[in-house]
């Protein structure tokens, strides 16, 4: 029994070790899409490159992630080797920060995102680790830590160009000044990120599930195991045939007996015979029972479908908000790049804020909830932005007014940012089945990375034309929110019910309203 509370509390120091440096990964994330938004716009410049370059070198980033995110995914699912497939991913975004900071050409720039964007692939991974690391009533909690991380990173990125704007020296042919430096500044915080995964990180499915970490002592005599386990194997199908050997591999796993990592001959003496056992035989049949044509059409009901429009419009959005404010704030407010530095350090510091709300908030209600909260934020911002900014002068005597008038509708479209993120994220890994997470984020990602593309593309591509710019982000925002209203009954999920995966009890369910159906067969 010694041994066991051992392993319990060597393994829950663990998994804070791995949460904080998944939390990390997110911050540096973050951080490595918005760093360059304040900069790049006039290092392009200095090589007369055509305005469109901008949202090109954005989206480049992204554009590269389309295929990378969900092949990373189905890696993990099928090998569960997280450590190593972050490692990887840590080095190609070092090796792009490197050849961004180099920087001979406006083609090489975006050759640069390109291959920094490969190594987008492991935000699906850490977010399937956090999905098999946590229940269903503390996902919620959890994803909303990680996604303030990656948006906190977002917001206060542009924040680090307060002091690489003062750098100006050579490393061998190669300039560092305010618009290389970033580049540089990237490579060295991946440098550091690979050496927190290296000592700080553990796989997730290796250690003991949250919700089972508060249990100073779970049962030690196999006895009381198995007459415990049999009392809840006594599950018949509907055909009447008991399938034990899966229900006795979840019944160990929801009773906190899953697999740990060995920590010498004490600790692997004692762990009992047939729970080993079954731990090999989960191991072996959830990582083969699920094939892509299965994952593909797990993937197509109606509710996915309504998230997945829901990925694509918050993310179109906000990328396309980011790439046009800069050329904004430097024609209606007059702004210079520390000004719009600070702003963003402001905005990181709401944002914090908006993300503590959401993990208070979602003890109390519902993800489904907050998502329409979220997306009536970005509603009523949108257009107070489509009614204000078409009237704007860029004349120096309106400067001040125009900076009272918009601000107040970005900190709120800020704000609510952080219910459409946190929650649809949370909601679609509760709904996904949990065989298929790495593939299933991945292609959420996809859908992510799509809009991520558009967004500064469509943005850059309408600076001057903003009734046009904001009228599409509101109308695509109005229909988002209105398949969230229409498929609201499919997107409930109880926050004490396993996924249907996870489940001893197999029950025919009664065809109802709310059946759950695939728009592909």
């Avoid at 899409?33 to 090109?56: H, K, M, V």
């Avoid at 007059?334 to 600070?342: L, P």
Wanted: charged share 15%; glycine share 6%; aromatic share 10%.
């Amino acid at each position: 029994m010694a041994d066991i509370v051992v392993i319990n509390k060597l393994s829950k120091r663990k998994r804070r070790c791995t949460l904080a440096a998944i939390g990390i990964l997110s911050l540096f994330g973050g951080v490595e899409y918005a760093l360059i938004l304040p900069t790049l716009y006039l290092r392009l410049a200095t090589y007369n490159a055509p305005g469109f370059y901008l949202g090109l070198v954005i989206s480049a980033y992204s554009f590269s992630g389309l295929f990378v995110s969900p092949i990373m995914g189905r890696i993990y699912d099928k090998t569960r080797k997280s450590k190593i497939l972050i490692s990887f991913t840590n080095i190609v975004e070092c090796i792009g920060s490197i050849m961004y900071w180099m920087g001979l050409s406006p083609l090489f720039l975006i050759m640069s995102r390109l291959v920094a964007g490969l190594g987008n692939g492991y935000f699906p991974i850490i977010l399937a680790e956090v999905t098999h690391g946590t229940s269903n009533e503390v996902r919620t909690s959890m994803v909303s830590t990680v996604m303030a991380m990656r948006q906190f990173g977002l917001l206060l990125g542009p924040g680090f160009n307060l002091f690489l704007t003062k750098m100006d020296f050579n490393i061998g042919p190669f300039k560092v000044d305010q618009y290389s430096s970033p580049g540089l500044f990237l490579a060295a915080l991946w440098v550091i990120a690979q050496l927190i995964v290296t000592f700080l990180y553990f796989p997730m499915t290796k250690l003991i599930p949250a919700g089972d970490l508060n249990e100073e002592t779970p049962p030690s005599d196999p006895d009381l195991s198995s007459s415990s386990d049999s009392t809840k194997s006594l599950t018949h199908e509907p055909n009447g045939i008991v399938d034990s050997k899966p229900e006795e591999v979840t019944n160990y796993k929801q009773n906190g007996i899953a697999s740990v990592e060995e920590n010498g001959t004490a600790a692997h003496e004692s762990v009992p015979d047939h729970i080993k056992e079954a731990e090999e035989y989960d191991e072996v049949h959830s990582l083969q029972h699920r094939s892509l044509k299965q994952a593909l059409l797990d993937i197509t009901y109606e509710e996915y479908m309504a998230i997945y429009m829901l990925t694509f419009v918050s993310l179109f959005n906000q990328c396309g908000m980011e790439t046009m404010f800069t050329p904004l704030a430097s024609k209606f407010f007059g702004w210079q790049e520390e000004q719009i530095s600070i702003l963003f350090c402001l905005a990181g510091v709401l944002i914090l804020i908006s993300f503590f709300m959401v993990h208070i908030c979602s003890k109390r209600f519902r993800d489904r909830t907050l998502i329409i909260f979220g997306s009536l934020c970005q509603v009523v911002t949108l257009a107070y932005c489509l009614y204000w900014i078409p009237h704007f002068h860029s004349n120096s005597d309106v400067y001040l007014q125009n900076t009272l008038i918009l601000l107040p509708a970005l900190a709120v479209n800020v704000f609510g940012l952080p219910f459409l993120f946190v929650c649809h994220i949370s909601l679609f890994s509760k709904l996904l089945h949990r065989d298929i997470q790495g593939f299933g984020h991945g292609t959420r990602r996809i859908i992510a990375g799509i809009a991520a593309i558009l967004g500064p593309l469509w943005a850059s591509s309408l600076l001057d034309d903003h009734l046009l710019m904001f009228g599409v982000m509101l109308g695509l925002n109005i229909l988002a929110l209105l398949l969230i209203l229409l498929s609201y009954k499919k997107l409930n999920v109880a926050d004490n019910v396993e996924p249907p995966s996870e489940q001893v009890v197999t029950v025919e369910p009664e065809k109802d309203v709310n059946e759950r159906t695939k728009l592909i067969n």
